[in-house]
């Protein structure tokens, strides 16, 4: 029986052997991923509406993979900076982009971009639909929709509107109020949304068009006050704030997203778990609550419809910056 036993052994450890190549080819390594921190690049300052949704997410996924996700602002030229960084990332997931529409579907059409994110970056997962207001310093005159319109028309160039900067989403919504109102606003374009509130709130500028997520506590607080909220129906966060259709100005719809995205050559096994991650997260009844309290709705998707739903937005926003001959600094 010994000759028999021996003669078994050799293959059995063969065997053994040949599964453990197996499962290292077949990627074993990435039911560990992440197994080092995470960079989760923001195109915008720190206290912006984007920033903070993506410390929601962040701290979210810090605790499910027990791996620190660092939230990396890299604001400048409306975003453009931030989306670059993000692009020429090594495409390993470790490193995400938490981007916008202005991000992804806008700036290629307004700025002479190094990239390409249609081509230069992988989308992961929608985030969350964010719903925007038109806030003012309670020191403009106008107290309403109705009152704004006619302010500005009597005052073309006069009247200031912030945002994160050209060709962002807050930019665009209020080129959208300009179109569809017949009025004349004076675009002053920032840095990203945080310095864009700080002089709404010193009075240096008097309207912005923006987040619920950036605005709602300066709302709450009685710092600003909410003329109208831009999505086609009203938010339950502000009741009594009518849409911007219902206001004067019908037929006007506008709302942002944030999203996930990787560098392009991101190893698919490793989209599919951040994919799978974020949406695990998004799910949580806490995180939904918590986002939807700010005015941000989840929305996860897959990557295949979340890069449908960015090159949408980029036909669509494309024609309306050539028709509006929209043209950055």
Same mark, same amino acid.
């Given at each position: 029986?010994?000759?028999?036993?021996?003669? !078994?052994?050799?293959?059995?450890?063969?065997?053994?052997?040949?599964?453990?190549?197996?499962?290292?080819?077949?990627?074993?390594?990435?039911?560990?991923?992440?197994?080092?921190?995470?960079?989760?690049?923001? *195109?915008?300052?720190?206290?912006?509406?984007?920033?903070?949704?993506? !410390?929601?997410?962040?701290?979210?996924?810090?605790?499910?993979?027990?791996?620190?996700?660092?939230?990396?602002? !890299?604001? $400048?030229?409306?975003? #453009?900076?931030?989306?670059?960084?993000?692009?020429?990332?090594?495409?390993?997931?470790?490193?995400?982009?938490?981007?916008?529409? $202005?991000?992804?579907?806008?700036?290629?059409?307004? +700025?002479?971009?190094?990239?390409?994110?249609?081509?230069?970056?992988?989308? #992961? %997962?929608?985030?969350?639909?964010?719903?925007?207001?038109?806030?003012?310093?309670?020191?403009?005159?106008?107290?309403?929709?109705?009152?704004?319109?006619?302010?500005?028309?009597?005052?073309?160039?006069?009247?200031?509107?912030?945002?994160?900067?050209?060709?962002?989403?807050?930019?665009?919504?209020?080129?959208?109020?300009?179109?569809?109102?017949?009025?004349?606003?004076?675009?002053?374009?920032?840095?990203?949304? $945080?310095?864009?509130?700080?002089?709404?709130?010193?009075?240096?500028?008097?309207?912005?068009?923006?987040?619920?997520?950036?605005?709602?506590? +300066?709302?709450?607080?009685?710092?600003?006050?909410?003329?109208?909220?831009?999505?086609?129906?009203? %938010?339950?966060?502000?009741?009594?704030?009518?849409?911007?259709?219902?206001?004067?100005?019908? $037929?006007?719809?506008?709302?942002?997203?944030?999203?996930?995205?990787?560098? *392009?050559?991101?190893?698919?096994?490793?989209?599919?778990?951040?994919?799978?991650?974020?949406?695990?997260?998004?799910?949580?009844?806490?995180?939904?609550?918590?986002?939807?309290?700010?005015?941000?709705?989840?929305?996860?998707?897959?990557?295949?419809?979340?890069?449908?739903?960015?090159?949408?937005?980029?036909?669509?926003?494309?024609?309306?910056?050539?028709?509006?001959?929209?043209?950055?600094?």
């Amino acid at each position: 029986m010994m000759p028999l036993r021996r003669r !078994r052994l050799p293959g059995l450890g063969r065997a053994v052997l040949a599964l453990a190549v197996a499962a290292c080819a077949l990627g074993v390594s990435a039911e560990s991923f992440p197994d080092k921190p995470v960079r989760m690049i923001v *195109a915008f300052p720190a206290g912006g509406g984007t920033d903070i949704v993506a !410390r929601v997410i962040a701290e979210r996924l810090t605790s499910l993979w027990g791996q620190q996700v660092i939230v990396d602002n !890299r604001g $400048g030229a409306g975003g #453009v900076i931030g989306t670059e960084i993000a692009a020429r990332a090594a495409p390993d997931g470790y490193t995400i982009f938490l981007a916008t529409l $202005g991000n992804l579907s806008i700036n290629p059409h307004l +700025y002479p971009m190094n990239v390409d994110p249609l081509k230069d970056l992988a989308p #992961v %997962s929608n985030v969350v639909q964010v719903n925007f207001v038109l806030v003012a310093n309670p020191g403009l005159p106008a107290k309403n929709v109705k009152g704004l319109i006619a302010l500005a028309r009597n005052k073309p160039d006069q009247i200031t509107f912030s945002s994160s900067g050209v060709g962002g989403a807050p930019h665009l919504a209020g080129e959208l109020f300009n179109d569809m109102a017949g009025v004349k606003l004076a675009h002053i374009p920032y840095k990203g949304s $945080g310095p864009s509130f700080n002089d709404l709130l010193g009075n240096q500028v008097s309207l912005t068009f923006d987040s619920l997520v950036q605005a709602l506590p +300066y709302v709450k607080a009685g710092k600003l006050r909410a003329l109208a909220v831009l999505a086609g129906s009203r %938010s339950p966060l502000l009741p009594d704030v009518p849409t911007l259709s219902e206001a004067g100005v019908p $037929g006007y719809d506008f709302a942002n997203w944030f999203g996930l995205v990787a560098p *392009a050559g991101t190893p698919p096994e490793r989209i599919r778990k951040l994919s799978a991650d974020v949406h695990q997260v998004l799910d949580q009844p806490a995180v939904r609550k918590q986002l939807a309290g700010m005015g941000a709705v989840p929305a996860a998707t897959t990557p295949e419809q979340f890069g449908e739903l960015i090159r949408a937005e980029s036909r669509k926003w494309g024609k309306i910056i050539k028709e509006q001959n929209i043209r950055a600094p």
